[in-house]
């Protein structure tokens, strides 16, 4: 396992907050109230019929999420009605799937990066992560954006030249394809949580709360790998979700123009904007490196069955509405709806990128033109190790604690937008992201101020809204 323990500095008396008695027990949670374990288990019990639901909907009454919930209140159906003319578990799915995780695993695993080589502002190859909470540093290797390069223009080279197989192939196999995503997200989920028992990868990084739901959910192990390089989180995350998500796109636009002759711009809009943010994923896959899923996460059903099922078929709704509704919106409210996914695309990447920069260069850089204002904050790993970090405040980040988030909801609203307003299907992402969001910036500034103490007091003293200056 290529990873790196970096010996650190002890540091005197009189740091900035020399906080010897502070254990370093930041990071998921090491007890389990019930409150959490109710979500948990909710969760675990009811995500995947959600899923199923929304994609019902569409499939049995033309996207509408109140007419089951009607029909089956007025008696005028039944549950088994519904699960009996919901396409079942088929074999031909299971082909295509095969074949797309072993291509992604085949991408991943043994075609090292060469776009870094073309491309020198691009951070491919071998990079590292952020020290783990126990103090370590695990090498990671970046060739998202050659995978996704080399997908799609497969793809393309089969719907223009090679016709192996019809570009629909996505939405004409959704809800077969639904139960192998579920048979996989399931299967990693559980070999993780295995894994963790009998042969971890990093025990000093492993996390037991005493409760199994919990444990199952949100992960033992931080990076699970298999052999050297074999990531669990940058593969599952980035690889059959996020680079399934535009070719699912694409898939949704070809059934558009199949059924009606067509594509509308609402559908243009919702590829172009969803592109931007996958394509911007994968260039920025090293910075990724550094986002929560990957330096503070464990890898569990959370992160397993949610990049497997949940991200690739709720994240996509708006364009599988589409395909049921082939809005053609108003050059007015088209434009409205770019300048929307812009501006939102723009303040979620500038905010990451300050960041991404400010500590790169340990705050040696120009934020909005000017030297960057930080507070200078320490913390302790397990190892005992006292480190130094530092928070920026200024530029975005002197907005508001996660402008990031503020830029992202934005995006999602965008792409909503773009479905019109006849019905709730659609923004059943923006509604999904603000809960997501918001419960992540609590997440985590629970767990930064277990880590950072009074620095972290002094910081939320300096910027004192989490996403809208004045609101919240
Ligand atoms: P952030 O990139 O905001 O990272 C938070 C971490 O950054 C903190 O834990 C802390 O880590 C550090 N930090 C916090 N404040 C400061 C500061 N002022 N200066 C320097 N470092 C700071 O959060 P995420 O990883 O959650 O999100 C990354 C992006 O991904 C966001 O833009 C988010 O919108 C997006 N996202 C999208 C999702 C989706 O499903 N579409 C899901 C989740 C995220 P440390 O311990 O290093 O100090």
Redesign the pocket.
Known sequence: METTRRHVHPRGKGTASGRRDQTAQWGRAWEVDWFSLFGVVSLLCFAPFIVFYFVMACDQYQCSVTQPLLELYRGETSLPTIWARSPSFSWAAVKIYGVWVSFQVFLYMCIPDVVHKFLPVYVGGVQDG?RTPAGLINKYEINGLQCWLITHALWFANAHYFHWFSPTIIFDNWIPLMWCCNILGYTVATFAFIKAYLFPTNSEDCKFTGNVFYNYMMGIEFNPRIGKWFDFKLFFNGRPGIVAWTLINLSYMAKQQELYGHVTNSMILVNVLQAIYVVDFFWNEAWYLK???I??DHFGWYLGWGDCVWLPYLYTLQGLYLVYHPVQLSDPHALVVLLLGLVGYYI?RS??HQ?DV??RTDGSCSIWGRKPAFIECSYRSADGGVHR?????SGF?GVS??F??TG?LMGSLAYCAACGFAHILPYFYIVY?SI??VH?CVR?EH??SS?YGRDWKR?TDAVPYRLIPGVF
């Open positions: 952020a986002t929560i899923d330096c503070h979620f905010t990451n960041k400010f500590r970090s530092k928070l920026l405040t980040w604690r996660h990031n988030y992202d992201m997501l969001l992540r985590d767990r930064c880590k910081y």
